[in-house]
């Protein structure tokens, strides 16, 4: 990995980014409410649960098949693709959130001029634009190599995911390092698994997520979005 590749990603997965993906927690505030959370431990066990049976099996192999596609620019397999996962969200609050943050996401793609001016015209025409469509665009428009930006996609996630852990569990700062240094791992298993997955085997199966985050929406008291 050359020097300009590892700082666009670092770019892509950094918390600064502002795409607004501080206010989502994707469930874990419902799984508190409940408490199925309660703990530096439960939420250790959360997020690698949703590390390897959500997004290396649903969210990480579309990242990776949304990028080959923004090489190619293939626009009808992209635009299909997209409304697709979009579709696959299981509740109001997560397709608002992907679109959310995809729009956000593509607003600054056009604003900062990343690639070429015929894929942002395909990104623009797809609406609502998924989260991870606008990614794979961004990681392709720096010349990313698919394992690595599934790398800095995941670690995004997880450190998301930790920081609403910090604020809602609530956890110590220390006890959030130890939760990220211990899914690093688990990182380079799920993209492994990522990218050995065919487009036809995407699996968005999560029916506790999906029950969790429906009742998000009606949650007396939040801090997220989702």
């Known amino acids: 990995m050359n020097i300009a590749e590892l700082t666009a990603l670092l770019h892509l997965a950094s918390p600064a980014l502002p795409i607004g993906?501080?206010?989502?927690?994707?469930?874990?505030?419902?799984?508190?409410?409940?408490?199925l959370v309660t703990n530096a431990d439960d939420a250790t066990r959360w997020i690698a649960g949703g590390l390897s049976s959500v997004l290396?099996?649903?969210?990480?192999?579309?990242?990776?098949?949304?990028?080959?596609?923004?090489?190619?620019?293939?626009?009808h397999a992209l635009i299909e693709a997209n409304a697709q996962f979009v579709a696959s969200r299981e509740s109001a609050e997560l397709r608002r959130e992907t679109a959310q943050m995809g729009w956000s996401l593509r607003q600054l793609c056009a604003q900062l001029e990343w690639g070429?001016?015929?894929?942002?015209?395909?990104l623009e025409r797809?609406?609502?634009?998924?989260?991870?469509t606008a990614f794979a665009f961004a990681a392709w428009a720096h010349a990313a190599a698919p394992d690595a930006t599934l790398a800095?996609?995941?670690?995004?996630?997880?450190?998301?995911?930790?920081?609403?852990?910090?604020k809602a569990v609530p956890l110590g700062?220390?006890?959030g390092q130890r939760i990220i240094v211990a899914l690093r791992p688990e990182i380079e298993k799920a993209v492994a698994r990522?990218?050995?997955?065919?487009?036809?085997?995407l699996n968005t199966f999560a029916p506790q997520l999906g029950i969790l985050s429906g009742r998000h929406e009606s949650q007396y008291s939040r801090l997220f979005r989702s």
């Not at 797809?126 to 991870?132: F, G, L, N, W």
């Not at 800095?152 to 910090?166: H, K």
């Open 21 to 35: 993906a501080f206010s989502y927690s994707q469930g874990l505030e419902a799984a508190i409410d409940v408490q």
């Open 56 to 75: 290396a099996t649903g969210e990480l192999p579309f990242v990776a098949h949304q990028l080959e596609r923004w090489r190619t620019h293939d626009a």
């Open 116 to 122: 070429d001016a015929g894929r942002r015209a395909t």
């Open 126 to 132: 797809m609406t609502p634009v998924a989260q991870p």
């Open 152 to 166: 800095a996609y995941a670690f995004s996630w997880i450190e998301n995911q930790t920081a609403a852990a910090l």
């Open 173 to 175: 700062q220390l006890a």
């Open 194 to 201: 990522a990218l050995a997955t065919p487009p036809e085997s």
